[in-house]
T-cell receptor, first 114, second 111 residues
Framework: DAGVIQSPRHEVTEMGQEVTLRCKPI?????LFWYRQTMMRGLELLIY????????DSGMPEDRFSAKMPNASFSTLKIQPSEPRDSAVYFC????????????FGPGTRLTVT | GESVGLHLPTLSVQEGDNSIINCAYS??????FIWYKQESGKGPQFIID?????DKRQGQRVTVLLNKTVKHLSLQIAATQPGDSAVYFC??????????FGTGTSLTVIP
């Protein structure tokens, strides 16, 4: 298996632009997580899905952030409009079931908003 | 919110020595803990886990110790190698899905 796949790996955009980050979880995993990592705040959970359904989005910073999972093999995290403070590395992770807590992380997307 | 913190933000050790990375957690209800390793430019990678009904768990060259009385975790790496240089995170959960991560400790192995 190729592991969790994220794209793009790097994104540089101007303030006010829409940004879409993409994730393909490991096949067969039914939980998908979106995290944001910054030096100041570390690794923060934004939202997670179970069987394509959002379970907890309490970590989503504000309405500018939205996430979808239209099917078991694809999820998006969208920021509209983007702001410089959104600059961070965004990780997607997946896991098989509640009984297996090990989360497999993707390589991340480094977002820079100028 | 939850609070998971690390005592030492940076740690330098000589190759071949043992490394100890510490972590404090605040939620006494947490019942499962994981240590992750993150190399530069990569996502966190699972190292070892421990449940709250245990106080010690060993893996290959790594040992995790859990002291629930003082809410403290440690990761011990034996015979540290240059490839162990990375940032190490502890994470806790009591829900099984929502993990709270510490800010990380950067380990540098000196050849």
């Amino acid at each position: 298996d190729a592991g969790v796949i994220q794209s793009p790996r790097h994104e540089v955009t101007e303030m006010g632009q829409e940004v879409t980050l993409r994730c393909k979880p490991i096949s067969g995993h039914d939980y998908l997580f979106w995290y944001r990592q910054t030096m100041m705040r570390g690794l923060e959970l934004l939202i997670y899905f179970n069987n394509n359904v959002p379970i907890d989005d309490s970590g989503m910073p504000e309405d500018r952030f939205s996430a979808k999972m239209p099917n078991a093999s694809f999820s998006t995290l969208k920021i509209q409009p983007s702001e410089p403070r959104d600059s961070a590395v965004y990780f997607c992770a997946s896991t098989l079931s509640p009984g297996s807590y090990e989360q497999y992380f993707g390589p991340g997307t480094r977002l820079t908003v100028t | 919110g939850e609070s998971v913190g690390l005592h030492l933000p940076t740690l330098s050790v000589q190759e071949g020595d043992n490394s100890i990375i510490n972590c404090a957690y605040s939620n006494s209800a947490s019942d499962y803990f994981i240590w992750y390793k993150q190399e530069s430019g990569k996502g966190p990678q699972f190292i070892i886990d421990i449940r709250s009904n245990m106080d010690k768990r060993q893996g290959q060259r790594v040992t995790v110790l859990l002291n629930k009385t003082v809410k403290h975790l440690s990761l011990q790496i034996a015979a540290t190698q240059p490839g162990d240089s990375a940032v190490y995170f502890c994470a806790e959960t009591y829900t099984g899905n929502q993990f709270y991560f510490g800010t990380g400790t950067s380990l540098t192995v000196i050849p």
